[in-house]
C-alpha cells in the first residue's frame, strides 16, 4: 500500500534516522526494508511488534525487541525453527525431549524460564493457534504446557522474526507474560531460492535432508504471492547403552531381547511438509487486501520405555514372587496397605499389587537369576492359562509417534479511511482461522488384558485444536502540539478456542476378559481414549484495548495501554502497561516499561484426562490425569482452574557509539497461581474404591493421579546484553556480534501438590548463564561466520527421578559455516552444529553398574541445553533467482 499520511511518513523518516546502525545477533547486514539496504547498509532494523503507531527501530523502541533476518535463520545448519531461534536469542531455550511421550511430537520451548505457553506467537502480526499437543511429561517447566507448534514455520518464508522481550498482555491478551514472537513472512513479487541441504551427526546417525523453495510473483499489477515450501526427513539418532536388566537376560539365555533395549535420541521424522503463502493487492492508494497462511504435516515415532517381563507383571502377567521356595501373594487391607503372606501354590496372574487376582494355573518359579521357570511358562497353555512371557520372552519397547497436522488462514483488509467522521483514521480488520490436530499412534506394545488375543499396533485417538479470531484495530496520530503526534490506538477482539477428544480404535482402550485377574487394559504405555473420554470443549472471550503514545519532546517518549477481556469460563480481566523512553544524549537513550499481565488456562488444560506410563521413583507406574474438577482431584486439592497473573517491569538503555551498538536491559517478571501438572498423587484404597464406583475399569493398576491446578508463584528475573559491532577487516567486512542473557527463577510460594522436586526443576533445569558471540565475515566470492554458545551451569535430570539429579559443568559449542559463491545464482555451503562435539553432561555409571542412573540405558543427562546428540555437519547447495 502506498502511505499518504504525512504523519506517517515523517514518523518512519524519523524511526529510520534516529540511530545507526545495528544488527542485532546478526551475522549479516539485511534490514527489515530490503530497498532500504540497498540504498545504506547501516540502515536500522525495523519492527512492528510492540507499537501500533508507526513502525520503530529496534534502537528507538521503548521496549526491548530482537530483530532476526531471514538469511541469519537460512545460514544455520539446523532445520528446525526452534532450534534456530535458540541459537540467536540467549534467553529462548529448547530441549530435544527423548522419551516424553507427546513432548517429542511437538517440542515446548522457553523464553525467559517461562513455559512455552507463557510467550505469545504472532504471524504477520496476527494471533497464532497453540498446538494440541499438551506435554503430560514436560518435566519441570513444561509440564503441562499447551505452546503453539513453532517448528512448522520454515525459515525460508521468514523475512523477519521480531522477539519483543517484554510482558504484552495489555497490548496483545493472553499467553504474553514473558514476551511476544512475531513472525513476518517475506512479501516480495519476484524472485526466488531453492536450497538442497543434507547433514547427519558425527556418531554416523540422523540423517536429515530438507528440500526447501521460495518465489516472489506478482498478483496483477498491485499486488504480490510469495509462496514456499519445505520437504524434510530426519532419522532417529540413538545415544544409549544396553539397559542392566535387559543385559542379564541375555546373560541368562532368555531369547529375543533387543541388543538395545532402550533408546534414549532425537525420533524418527517423516514426511514433514510445510506450505506457506503470504498474498498481498493493493486495491487503492489507501487499502490493501491481504491473506496468508499455511499447511504443515508431518510423521514423528520414537522409543519408550523398555518393558521387562520379570518386573511388569501387570503387563505379562503369570510372574509370581517367591521366597524361600513359597510362592507368595499381596492380599491388601482396607487401608491399602500390603504384606506378603504365604499361598497355596498358583501363580499370580497380574501385578504384583493384583488383589488376590489368582487362577488355578500351574506355580511358575522364578530362577536365582530372575527368569521365570520356561518348563513352567509352556506348561500354562495346558492348563488353559497364559502369561506374554510365552510370546514376549526377552520383554518389549514401545514405540510412540503421530501424525501431526497443522494448517491455518488468515484473511484482511487495512488503509487509511479518507472520508466522513473516521478520516484519517487507519483501519485493520481481519479474521483468522488455525487447526492443529495430533493423531496418535504406539507400536510394538499390547493390551495385556485381551490376553493372546492382543494386537501389537494401536491408535491411540487424537486431540485437535481449533481457534477463531476476529480483530479489528484502528488508529490516528492527533495533534496535541507536541514534538510529534499523539498516536491514539484502539480496537476490539474476538476469540473462539475448541479443544476435541477423538476416540481411539477399540483395541487400544477396552478392557478385555483378563481384566479382573490384574492385567493391564488399553494399550500399554499410552492407553487409548475411551468414548467416555471423548467431546469438544469450546470457549469465547472478547476484547477491548487502547493502545496511547506521546512524544511530550524529542527526547521523551510515552506510551499506555489498557486491555478488557471478558472469558465466558472464569470471567474479566483488565491489564495495563506504562513504558517510556528518554534519549539523554544523541547516542545514549534509557528505556522502561510497567505491565501487568495474565494466561488464560487452555481449554485442554482444564478438561482433559489421560492414562500414561510414567517412572516415579525409578518404578514404571501408570498414573491417570484427571480435569481439576474431577471428584478425585477435587478431594487431593484440585480446583477449577484460574488465569494465572503477573506484574513485570523493566529497565534499560541503548548506546552507540560509531559503528558500535549496545543494549542493556533487566527484567522482572513475578507470576501469580501458575498452571502447570501436579505433582504425581499416590492414591490410597478409598481413593481408589470412589473411581471405580464412578465407573472406572481396572482401578487397582492406577498407582497415582494428577491434575492441572493453580498452585504456585514465581519471581523471574535477568539481564540481557547486547553488543553489535561492524568494520572492515581482513580485505572484507566484518561484523561481530555479543548477546548475554542472566536468567533467574525463584518458586516463592507451593504447596506439595506442586512437589519439592518440580520446584528444584523450575528453578535448577535451565542454565542461569547463556552468551553468544558471533564473527561474520563477508569477501568478494566468500563468506563465513562462526559462533560460539556459552552454556553455564545446569541441573542434570534423568528420567525426572530426582535420584539422578546433579548440577551439571559449563560448557561451549561451536558452529561454523563457508559459502562459496559460484556466481550470482549459485552457491555451495559447508558447515557444522558443535563444530568440536562437545559431550552433554555424561550420567554416573562407570563406577557402579546398575547405579539408579544406568537402570534406563541412558548416556546423558537429557536436561543438556545443547542436546545429547554432539556434533552435526551438513553441505548445502542454493539457487537463487
Known sequence: MKLKNNALNQAIKFALATTTAGLFISSSAIAADEQQVKVNKNVEKIAVVGTRSAPRSIGDSPVPIDIIGGEELEKSGNTDMLELLKGSVPSFNVHQNPISDAASLVRPANLRGLPSDSTLILLNGKRRHRASVIAFLGGGINDGAQGADISVIPSIAIKQVEVLRDGAAAQYGS???????????????????????????????????????????????????????????????????????????????????????????????????SIFGNVGLELTNDSEFYMFGNYSERDVRGGFYYRNPTTRPGVYGGNIREVNGVNMRRPADEAGQTAWDAATPTVLVGSLDGYDAQLDCPLVEVQANGVPDQ????????????????????????????????????????????????????????????????????????????????????????????????????????????????????GLEWHEETFTVTSGDVASFTAGQFTEQGFGIGSNGFPGFKPTDAGEYTRRNYAAFIDIEAPFTEEFLMGLAVRFEDYDSFGTTTNYKVMAQYHVTEDLNIRGSVSTGFRAPTVGQANVSN???????????????????????????????????????????VYTLGDLFLTVDYYNIQVEDRISQSDKINLSQSDKDILEAAGIPNVQSL??????????????????????YTTEMLGGSS???????????????????????????????????????TLSQQWESISAFARANYYGEYQGVHVDYDATAKTADAAVTIDAEITYFMNESISFSLGAQNLFDQDAEKLDFAEAAGAPNNNWGGKYYETSPFGINGGFYYAKATYTF
Request: net charge negative.
Open 175 to 273: 499467553d504474553a507474560i514473558a514476551g511476544v514472537m512475531n513472525f513476518q513472512l517475506k512479501d516480495a513479487s519476484e524472485g526466488g531460492k531453492l536450497e538442497v541441504r543434507h547433514g547427519q551427526y558425527y556418531e554416523g546417525d540422523g540423517d536429515t535432508t530438507q528440500i526447501s523453495g521460495n518465489v516472489g510473483l506478482p498478483f496483477t499489477d498491485s499486488g504480490f504471492a510469495n509462496l514456499s515450501f519445505q520437504y524434510k526427513t530426519s532419522d532417529a539418532t540413538s545415544r544409549s547403552v544396553q539397559r542392566p536388566d535387559a543385559a542379564a537376560l541375555s546373560a541368562a539365555g532368555v531369547p529375543d531381547v533387543s541388543p538395545l533395549a532402550q533408546v534414549w535420541g532425537a525420533p524418527e521424522v517423516n514426511d514433514d511438509i
Open 375 to 490: 518348563a513352567a511358562i509352556d506348561s500354562l497353555t495346558a492348563a488353559n492359562c497364559f502369561a506374554f512371557n510365552e510370546t514376549l520372552p526377552g520383554g518389549f519397547t514401545p514405540n510412540f509417534g503421530g501424525n501431526i497436522t497443522d494448517t491455518s488462514l488468515t484473511i484482511g483488509t487495512k488503509g487509511e479511511f479518507t472520508g466522513g467522521f473516521l478520516k484519517d483514521v487507519f483501519y485493520d480488520l481481519s479474521g483468522t482461522v488455525g487447526f492443529n490436530e495430533s493423531r496418535y499412534f504406539i507400536y510394538d506394545t499390547v493390551n495385556a488384558s485381551l490376553g493372546l488375543d492382543t494386537p501389537r499396533d494401536f491408535s491411540p485417538g487424537k486431540y485437535s485444536q481449533l481457534e477463531k479470531n476476529f480483530n479489528l484495530d484502528l488508529s490516528k496520530g492527533f495533534d496535541f502540539d507536541l514534538a510529534y503526534d499523539v498516536n491514539i490506538a484502539g
Open 611 to 653: 492414562v500414561q506410563t510414567s517412572l516415579d521413583n525409578g518404578v514404571l507406574q501408570d498414573s491417570a490425569l484427571l480435569p481439576p474438577t474431577n471428584p478425585i482431584a477435587v478431594q487431593l486439592g484440585g480446583t477449577e482452574l484460574e488465569p494465572e497473573e503477573s506484574q513485570s517491569y523493566t529497565f534499560g538503555a
Open 703 to 724: 498407582a497415582q493421579v494428577s491434575f492441572f491446578t493453580n498452585d504456585f508463584d514465581t519471581k523471574t528475573q535477568g539481564i540481557d546484553l547486547v553488543a553489535n
Open 735 to 773: 561484523t561481530f556480534s555479543l548477546a548475554y542473557n542472566w536468567n533467574d527463577t525463584e518458586v516463592t510460594q507451593f504447596s506439595d501438590i506442586t512437589g519439592a522436586f518440580k520446584v528444584k526443576r523450575l528453578e535448577e533445569d535451565l542454565p542461569n548463564h547463556r552468551a553468544t558471540f
